[in-house]
């Protein structure tokens, strides 16, 4: 029996296992083949990164977020000097006999501009009481030299005038009603229309002079003419 009628003795399952065999060691070894001839791409390996706070750039501010714009603070100024006030003008009034009959007559004097309405009526009076006639010579007063003013008020009513005991002294009735024109007239020099409360050492004045001289109170410059005549 020769090599070729042996082969054909081969069960045929062995032949299948060997075929199977061969085939499987083909493609172990056509899979080794082409991974050497295609090798896998390792895989990139990144380094590890330490993120910091980025630092300001020294050449470039510091942003910040937008605000509402303030307007900047005003510096105070010394404050100017005003001016003065203008000066204001009132009258204080003399007297003088014209054809028989006493009158009236008035001298303008000045205060500041800023003065009180207490400090306007203490002004006119002082002018009244202390200073010498200088409207003429025929000016004159029939205040008593003695007489002072013990106080003056601007209220709400009018104004208020205390004179001392002097006022009421000496004189007859000519003279009375003389003095009692210069008070009511020089007490509104810087307020015409104003009524006038007249006291002597605090108390109300009704009746002025020996011959009982009736003084209503108040009193106005309207109120002094139609009673006098003046």
């Known amino acids: 029996m020769d090599y070729k009628d042996k082969l054909r ?3 045929l399952g062995l032949a299948a296992g060997l075929a199977t065999l061969v ?8 899979w080794l083949t082409w991974r050497t001839l295609n090798p896998v791409p390792p895989v990139a390996e990144f380094p590890s990164l330490d993120v910091s706070p980025r630092q300001p750039d020294p050449a470039t ?5 937008p605000t509402h714009a303030v307007p900047p603070e005003v510096a105070q100024q010394d404050p100017v000097n005003p001016a003065p006030a203008a000066e ?32 306007q009526v203490k002004a006119a009076f002082d002018a009244l009481l202390t200073q010498a006639e200088t409207t003429g010579p025929d000016a004159f007063t029939t205040i008593p030299d003695q007489t002072q003013l013990l106080e003056a008020r601007v209220e709400a009513d009018g104004i208020h005038v205390d004179l001392s ?13 003389g003095r009692l024109g210069q008070v009511i007239y020089t007490a509104t020099a810087f307020a015409p229309a104003a009524p ?30 139609q009673d006098f005549g003046f």
Request: hydrophobic content about 40%; glycine content about 14%.
């Open 9 to 11: 003795q081969i069960p």
């Open 23 to 30: 085939l499987a060691s083909g493609g172990s070894v056509a």
């Open 61 to 65: 501010p510091p942003q910040t977020a």
């Open 88 to 119: 204001k003008s009132g009258q204080v009034f003399w007297l003088k006999d014209q054809d028989g009959r006493l009158q009236l007559v008035p001298e303008t004097i000045t205060v500041a501009g800023d003065a009180s309405p207490e400090a």
């Open 165 to 177: 005991m002097a006022f009421t002294s000496g004189g007859g009735s000519a003279s009375m009603t």
């Open 196 to 225: 006038v409360w007249i006291s002597v050492d605090g108390e109300a004045l009704t009746l002025l002079g020996g011959e009982g001289l009736e003084v209503r109170q108040p009193m106005t410059r309207d109120d002094f003419n």
